[in-house]
């Protein structure tokens, strides 16, 4: 009988952990095409066709946040999906934006940094554009891998801001 109660300990022990952090961490997930209330979030118009190249804009929502520099890496299912290619918008981040994309693996790195603080915006700002196409039909899902580094120009000074997140992102091919 000992061995059943610590063993019903051990699984309640072990709910409880799962429970706290997943809490603490607060995964949002967007279901579908459409944006969801995260800082790095995607957007794609209407639906894709499987084998039809559209574009998907990434995003940050910044709010009263002024973007200076920003770096993260999200992960794709190479099964479902391909990442073309991905230009990051040089009208912000005009110095040393750079995307690396390994398709077989399904790894995109960017990065990006503005040498103008003059050029600085807060609220929605589109951080890049990709070409994807899907492979076969169903859902690709898109996911962080690296949280966001995200630095901020506050009271004159570039400052970490730790608060910025990227949710689960998925796509669906017709």
Do not use: C, H, W
């Not at 706290?20 to 944006?35: A, F, R, T, V």
Request: hydrophobic share 40%.
């Amino acid at each position: 009988m000992k061995q059943i109660l610590l063993a019903f300990g051990a699984v309640l022990l072990t709910l409880l952990a799962f429970y706290l952090l997943s809490n603490k961490y607060d995964l949002k997930q967007n279901i579908g095409n459409e944006k969801v209330s995260g800082d790095f979030y995607f957007e794609v118009e209407g639906g894709i066709k499987n084998g039809e190249e559209k574009e998907m804009v990434m995003k940050i929502k910044a709010d009263d946040r002024k973007i200076v520099k920003f770096s993260t890496a999200f992960n794709f299912e190479p099964l479902n999906m391909k990442i073309l290619s991905g230009e990051i918008n040089k009208e912000i981040f005009d110095r040393g934006g750079e995307i690396k994309i390994d398709q077989g693996m399904g790894n995109v790195e960017i990065n990006g940094e503005n040498g103008d603080v003059s050029k600085l915006k807060d609220g929605e700002i589109v951080v890049a554009k990709f070409k994807i196409q899907g492979t076969k039909k169903g859902t690709g899902m898109i996911y962080m891998t690296k949280r966001p580094e995200v630095y901020i120009l506050k009271e004159g000074q570039i400052v970490q801001d730790e608060n910025f997140y990227m949710p689960n992102f998925s796509v669906n091919f017709l």
